[in-house]
């Protein structure tokens, strides 16, 4: 008898033998293949088999209006016949001056510096800051503050500045140092205290470290009003109001990482507008182009801006990447823009918020769920290990994941943290699959 021949493998075999995947213990992947996805549209993904998916996490929260967004799609097309790319240094194009203009107007910050992920952001705005200073005649301020819990991506500059232990220990020695402050993450408030106070009492640590160490501090660095990946950590924009005076006072850059909070997930354009303040430095990505290609702009005060241009060349920025203010790339955010523009999203996510929040009502009061939380179009909480018998948190967020995959549900919790951050353009099917298939999930790991 002739052998019968090995089925073709799958295009998920095919992926793990062929491509390394991004922040994956691979090994596990021999248990949990990824799942094979050949089209986009709207809230969904449609995978191989023809199984439909919510994406409820936005594909690592990039995705704003849904996939494939027409408006967004023809802006591309457009652009991609008229204009690929061409280097950004001697050169320039319509799509990156519109766009630089456009984000100077909504954050009055006028000077756009480009990259591609969001890392890229964070390590302009980090040497943006500590050259800021030399070219000031200041060289001794070079050092940075961040936050407990923050995270501003892999790069050894972002991770530097990122105080998730499992990313950043193995790299430990090749970081330069960094001041972690606590954060006013209001699940760690005192017995008595809320959020308002928690704020207040973490800045005065913050003014304390200030007061000590300005003289060798070039920034504080900080993700406003959400800490995403270390555990959709919510906070009240007090904290930010007093850090924007603190740095103020102190002689110190705020800068502000909006790369997962800016356009439109906390309820404001931008978040630290919430506090009615302004940052030295701000870092956008993600949402910046829809979720169609990489984007990523350091938006600088005059003020920084003013500090390099000289007529010596090496006090100059000399920063770049081949790929930096891409045609396609602007020509996608550029059409973001022109949605936020013409639609009111903030009212209408504010509406379709309020629909999840009474529909999520019986999971909100499962007595496995605790801190549940929301700021705009972000839902939190925590699975509550104490009552599980037999299985570790980490076990059990896993194990949630993949029952909501087997519900058509996309999410990803990170540590014993459940949350949903989904494309702003759900209608009542997927709010059901959202709602149900969390809640269905958490039954079937809970027992
Ligand atoms: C707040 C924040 N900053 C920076 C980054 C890094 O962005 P990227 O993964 O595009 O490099 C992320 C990514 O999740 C983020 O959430």
């Known amino acids: 008898m002739p052998a019968t021949p090995d089925p073709p493998a799958t295009l998920a075999e095919r992926s793990v033998r062929a491509v390394w995947h991004p922040c994956t213990q691979m090994k596990l992947h021999e248990d949990a293949p990824p799942l094979a996805i050949r ?6 993904l449609e995978a191989e088999d023809g199984s439909r998916h919510l994406d409820a996490i936005s594909s690592w929260w990039v995705n704003l209006f849904g996939h494939g967004h027409p408006h967004i799609r023809a802006a591309i097309h457009a652009q991609v016949d008229r204009l690929e790319h061409v280097m950004l240094a001697g050169f320039t194009h319509e799509p990156v001056v519109r766009l630089s203009e456009r984000l100077g107007a909504l954050t009055g910050l006028g000077h756009a510096h480009y990259g591609s992920d969001g890392a890229s952001a964070i ?44 990313f950043r220990d193995t790299y430990s020695a090749l970081l330069q140092a960094c001041s972690v402050l606590p954060s006013p993450d209001w699940r760690q408030a005192a017995a008595g205290e809320d959020a308002l106070a928690c704020a207040r009492r973490q800045a005065l640590v913050l003014e304390a470290h200030l007061a000590q160490h300005h003289a060798s501090t070039a920034a504080l660095i900080i993700e406003p009003l959400i800490q995403c990946a270390g555990g959709m950590a919510m906070y ?48 956008l990505s993600k949402g910046l182009s829809g979720g169609f290609l990489p984007l990523a702009v350091t938006l600088a005060t005059d003020d920084i801006y003013q500090a390099f241009y000289h007529h010596e060349v090496r006090r100059g920025f000399l920063h770049s990447h081949s790929y930096t203010g891409n045609p396609l790339a602007c020509a996608a955010a550029n059409a973001v823009l022109d949605l936020f523009e013409t639609r009111d999203v903030i009212a209408s996510n504010q509406a379709l918020a309020a629909r999840i929040d009474s529909t999520a009502e019986a999971l909100r009061r499962h007595p496995r769920v605790r801190h549940w939380r929301r700021t705009g179009m972000v839902w939190a909480f925590e699975i509550d290990a104490g009552r ?20 058509q549900l996309l999410l990803r919790p990170i540590g014993d943290t459940v949350y949903w951050m989904p494309p702003y353009c759900l209608d009542d099917e997927a709010i059901g699959v959202l709602v149900d298939g969390t809640l269905g999930a958490l039954e079937e790991v809970c027992g």
């Not at 089209?39 to 969904?44: E, K, L």
């Not at 200041?138 to 998730?164: M, N, S």
């Not at 299985?391 to 993949?402: D, E, F």
């Open 123 to 166: 390590e302009v705005a980090l040497k943006m800051s500590a050259h800021y200073w030399r070219n000031r005649g200041q060289a001794g301020k070079h050092r940075f503050v961040a936050l407990a819990g923050g995270y501003h991506g892999e790069t050894l500059g972002a991770l530097a500045v990122t105080d998730i232990p499992l």
């Open 388 to 407: 599980v018998d037999g299985h570790t948190v980490a076990g059990m967020s896993t194990r949630l994941g993949q029952a909501a995959r087997r519900r």
């Open 236 to 283: 009240h924009p007090e904290y930010l109001r007093l850090a924007r005076e603190l740095c103020t006072l102190y002689g110190v850059h705020l800068i502000c990482d909006e790369i997962a909070v800016g356009f439109g997930r906390t309820g404001s354009l931008f978040a630290h507008q919430q506090a009615g303040i302004r940052p030295d430095l701000l870092c």
């Open 39 to 44: 089209s986009g549209d709207g809230a969904w």
